[in-house]
């Protein structure tokens, strides 16, 4: 009996954990601090040079604050199950060459549908693509 009982005892332990699951559903799952790896639209992909041109950043307090080349953006986010939605992106707007991907960054995040979490990657999906980020180094 009372090993029986320590084994309840254990698992209401582990159930009363500070720590929040971590998969796909769970909020913190899209949290951190992102660079974008790869970018596809219409079936074609996109390497990223410099990846620290393109970053998001995903706050706790369901704020996503992110880098687009030479621009910065910012907005708010929610996500729950495999949804997610970021609100409209306020960015500023400087010209940052013909090579840039800012308008197509900026669309993807702002039609964001989806994400998922493969191994340590995040990929937001959209209409006409997704967006594959790596944590920042």
Known sequence: M?????GIAALLF????DSPPTG??????VQGSWEL?????????????????YTADFAADGRVSARSDC?????????????LEIGSLACTRAYCGEESLFDDDV???DGATSFERPG??????????????????
Do not use: M, W
């Not at 582990?14 to 954990?17: D, F, K």
């Not at 796909?24 to 799952?29: E, I, L, T």
């Not at 953006?73 to 729950?80: K, M, N, P, V």
């Open 107 to 109: 669309a993807a995040l």
């Open 37 to 53: 790896q790869s970018f596809q639209i219409a079936g074609g992909a996109t390497g990223i040079v410099e990846p620290g041109l």
């Open 14 to 17: 582990l159930s009363c954990s």
């Open 120 to 137: 340590t990657s995040l990929v937001i999906r959209h209409p006409r693509g997704s967006l594959r980020f790596v944590p920042k180094s």
């Open 2 to 6: 009372r090993d029986f009982t320590l």
């Open 71 to 83: 621009n910065r953006c910012s907005a708010s986010y929610s996500a729950a199950g495999t949804n």
């Open 24 to 29: 796909p559903g769970n909020v913190r799952s």
